[in-house]
């Protein structure tokens, strides 16, 4: 027993998913990837079609013409391809998958033993997992044979069969410690990127502002107005595209949410005659604080044609 529970408390998180998740997460992957790249380059097009406009001169008429021209292709197959909806489904399929797993895993909440008007485990895994499959019948991030790619993993089975002191020492690991440190370092990235575009919505205006005068009283007659404008229109659309403030509140509350969690879980005693199910609660709420996440992104497939 000594040695399977070094074993397995030396097991990582990917080894635990199933491979749906997997699928989920590369689905997710791809449509960020990919929606990021078009959004990217859309502003960047009708930011040089704004300058090239400005400019005197057929040839700049004509730059400025071919870059709405992309833009009106790169419109087209973000309208088409939709990558947005699959970032999104593929994050809400992926983290709901992560949630059921560890859950079943080290056994928390309801898959505490012994079930008494539940079902047994993984029967209780199974019903909950059919029912998230429900949400996601018709995503591109799941495919159509989800369910036999979703089952219990044997090294899920063989964490659940382990004592809470090696379950524990895993998911505080694998789990909470990693997730934690996710949502810290994206709360800062947030918080500084959300720093940089709210300056820059306040310094292009000022630009503008000071060419307006300057043009007004004769100094230059390039047309740099349209410009700064489209600029700032850019800066505006990319900054609530990547949603950097309302992501960096719920990156930092879920951190602090899970930072308390993780001391109540290190302290817990493991001796005491209701550690099992302190426990339970325990790892629920922790899952809990994730979980969050899954409704925003829940929330973002309902409106997932419509940029963020």
């Known amino acids: ?68 021209l992309l833009t009106v292709f790169v419109a087209v197959v973000v309208s088409r391809q939709n990558p947005q909806g699959l970032w999104y489904e593929g994050r809400a399929a992926a983290e709901s998958l992560k949630t059921l797993a560890w859950k079943y895993a080290v056994r928390a909440d309801a898959y505490r033993p012994p079930p008494t008007t539940l079902p047994d485990a993984e029967g209780l895994y199974n019903l909950q997992l059919h029912g998230i499959l429900r949400g996601f019948e018709h995503s591109r991030a799941v495919p159509a044979n989800a369910a036999e790619r979703a089952g219990v993993t044997e090294a899920m089975r063989g964490l659940r069969d382990q004592p809470l002191a090696v379950r524990r020492e895993v998911y505080l690991r694998e789990r909470v410690q990693v997730q934690h440190a996710w949502y810290r370092d994206k709360a800062q990235y947030c918080e500084r990127a959300g720093w940089i575009t709210g300056v820059l919505g306040i310094v292009l205006p000022a630009v503008g502002l000071v060419l307006a005068v300057l043009r007004a009283l004769g100094f230059f007659t390039f047309d740099a107005l349209g410009s700064v404008s489209a600029v700032a229109a850019s800066v505006t659309a990319w900054a609530q595209l990547r949603q950097y403030r309302p992501l960096a509140a719920a990156y930092r509350l879920a951190a602090d949410e899970l930072e308390l969690v993780r001391a109540q879980l290190t302290q817990l005693d493991l001796a005491a005659p209701d550690s099992a199910e302190l426990w339970a609660r325990l790892a629920r709420d922790a899952e809990d604080a994730v979980s969050r996440e899954h409704t925003t992104w829940q929330a973002r497939r309902e409106v997932r044609g419509v940029d963020l």
Request: no cysteine.
């Open 1 to 68: 027993m000594a040695g399977g529970a070094r074993s397995t408390g030396f097991v990582r998180e990917a080894e635990l998913m199933p491979e749906l998740f997997r699928v989920a997460d590369s689905a997710s992957l791809q449509g960020q990837q990919r929606s990021v790249s078009l959004s990217r380059w859309e502003l960047v097009l009708l930011t040089g079609a704004a300058v090239a406009g400005s400019a005197d001169g057929r040839p700049f008429a004509w730059v400025a013409a071919v870059a709405y």
